[in-house]
């Protein structure tokens, strides 16, 4: 561990993004302290104002403050983006360590359900759940978490078998060692670095998930403020006002790049040994896997 924490370190690039997306979460977290104006205040004669001390990122076409607004967009679309990423790791972990543990039948109607789930492209699923539920950021998160924990099942399942020939696993079942201790102790223990990288590179897709959706008018509906509604309320005046869509816009693309920038450095940070060819051929197979996937 120490030694991961050191190669991580070293990782200029990895380190900046862990600190960026740290200081976007507090700020999302406290956005009701730290905010300087209510979002969905309006003010018509301060309209399409440009960045000035009051406003430090201007005004929209109703007046809102858009620092105001990205603070508090931030809260909908990182933290409920990282909630649905640790609910859906949640349902995979469960499901994949008894897969991969116990194989037999229940690996066989775990993987069977999964292969019926996989069947259908996720954003499709997606559009089809909200579709049945309705629209509203929550029936967003229910629909997201559905179509993609079969992928995580399947995942984790692979990472707990080629962990299941490891030395140590086997000589705590040798030993007696309770089903639950092994677990625990063993296999979750020594995959969750790599579930971790699983987690970390696929948030930067759930956050483009939800503000799609938003921006589609299916997710989080006006007023209140939401970095992909945010988009959807700027196309409206892009032609005049092309810079209602920065904000927004940049702040998707920070947040994204950063989650993909920080997966990848803690996957360096742990095989150290991999050369960076086989490390982007690598990369390059599991977006591939991920895109026949979806």
Not at 73 to 95: A, D, P
Not at 105 to 114: G, P
């Amino acid at each position: 561990m120490t030694g991961f924490f050191k190669r991580f370190k070293a990782d200029r690039l990895a380190v900046a993004s862990a600190l960026f997306l740290l200081l976007v979460i507090l700020a999302a977290a406290l956005a009701p302290v730290i905010a300087p104006y209510d979002p969905t205040a309006q003010n018509i004669i301060m309209k399409f104002q440009g960045p000035s001390l009051a406003h430090w990122f201007g005004t929209d076409q109703l007046g809102r403050d858009t620092l105001s607004r990205i603070l508090y967009g931030g809260r909908i679309t990182v933290l409920l983006s990282i909630v649905t990423m640790l609910c859906t790791i949640g349902i995979g972990l469960v499901l994949g360590v008894i897969a991969g543990y116990f194989r037999g039948l229940v690996d066989e109607v775990v993987m069977r359900v999964c292969d019926v789930m996989l069947s259908f492209p996720s954003e499709v699923m997606i559009l089809a759940i909200v579709g049945v539920l309705g629209t509203g950021i929550f029936n967003i998160v229910i629909a997201t978490i559905i179509a993609k924990w079969a992928w995580y099942v399947r995942m984790i399942r692979g990472i707990v078998i080629r962990f299941m020939d490891k030395n140590d696993i086997r000589f705590a079942r040798v030993a007696g060692c309770s089903t639950g201790y092994i677990i625990r102790k063993h296999l979750i223990k020594g995959a969750f670095g790599e579930i971790v990288v699983l987690a970390t590179l696929d948030t930067g897709a759930i956050i483009l998930n939800i503000s799609a959706l938003s921006f589609l008018g299916l997710g989080v509906q006006p007023p209140t403020a939401e970095w992909g509604m945010m988009l959807n309320e700027a196309k409206n005046v892009m032609t005049t006002n092309p810079g209602q869509m920065l904000a927004p816009g940049i702040a998707i693309f920070l947040v994204v790049a950063a989650f993909n920038f920080l997966g990848d450095g803690i996957e360096e940070a742990m095989n150290p040994k991999l050369d960076k060819g086989f490390k982007r051929k690598r990369r390059s197979i599991f977006a591939r896997k991920k895109a026949v996937v979806s």
